[in-house]
T-cell receptor, first 108, second 116 residues
Framework: QKEVEQNSGPLSVPEGAIASLNCTYSDRGSQSFFWYRQYSGKSPELIMFIYSNGDKEDGRFTAQLNKASQYVSLLIRDSQPSDSATYLCAVGRGKLIFGQGTELSVKP | GAGVSQSPSNKVTEKGKDVELRCDPISGHTALYWYRQRLGQGLEFLIYFQGNSAPDKSGLPSDRFSAERTGESVSTLTIQRTQQEDSAVYLC??????????????FGPGTRLTVL
């Protein structure tokens, strides 16, 4: 089992829809959970972080963490074509372990 | 500085040469991280520093790879006797630590290394 697994893509949603990205992790001691967005040829850009169980909302983005289920997700509401990118889930307590990423495509 | 900076942005070298990559973290960030990303692949952890010390260097792929950090600032990643499989983007990130926990990691623009 990979340490951090993301749902395989690519994920395609129409403009204005909700995009749902999922991630599971194996280390129960993980303390920090991040979602990064990476455009092709660019470095990862932090878009959400969450440290406690529950939901955290920031604009169109909502991160959800369930430590008992070892699950973290990212919802993007009102998806825009500019949201098209690869989304990386990262989990850790010192170093970060990254998932392989989910490619999101938002169609106009 | 305002963000994490890395130099050079691009490096082309011949197989067998040594290369040195530099990372300048965000001012005040005590932790610094190195990752590698091969083309079309995910990010691989290499090493991280807390201050000057490296609590976890488990990701360094071989003894050809080494890293050091002076003070709580600049870090250099050195790859000796480069091989073609070392070709990748090398990413540096930094973060603050509060209450014994890592906070958000912010990435630099990366160094694209090509070994011919």
């Amino acid at each position: 089992q990979k340490e951090v697994e993301q749902n395989s893509g690519p994920l395609s949603v129409p403009e204005g829809a909700i995009a749902s990205l999922n991630c599971t992790y194996s280390d129960r001691g993980s303390q920090s959970f991040f979602w990064y967005r990476q455009y092709s040829g660019k470095s990862p850009e932090l878009i959400m972080f969450i440290y406690s169980n529950g939901d955290k909302e920031d604009g169109r983005f909502t991160a959800q963490l369930n430590k008992a289920s070892q699950y973290v997700s990212l919802l993007i509401r009102d998806s825009q074509p500019s949201d098209s990118a690869t989304y990386l889930c990262a989990v850790g307590r010192g170093k970060l372990i990254f998932g392989q990423g989910t490619e999101l495509s938002v169609k106009p | 500085g305002a963000g994490v900076s890395q130099s050079p942005s691009n490096k082309v070298t011949e197989k067998g040469k040594d290369v040195e990559l530099r990372c300048d973290p965000i001012s005040g960030h005590t932790a610094l991280y190195w990752y590698r990303q091969r083309l079309g692949q995910g990010l691989e952890f290499l090493i991280y520093f807390q201050g000057n010390s490296a609590p976890d260097k488990s990701g360094l792929p071989s003894d050809r790879f080494s890293a050091e950090r002076t003070g709580e600032s600049v870090s250099t990643l050195t790859i000796q006797r480069t091989q073609q499989e070392d070709s990748a983007v090398y990413l540096c990130a930094s973060s603050a630590w509060t209450s014994g926990s890592m906070r958000e990691q912010f990435f630099g623009p990366g160094t694209r290394l090509t070994v011919l």
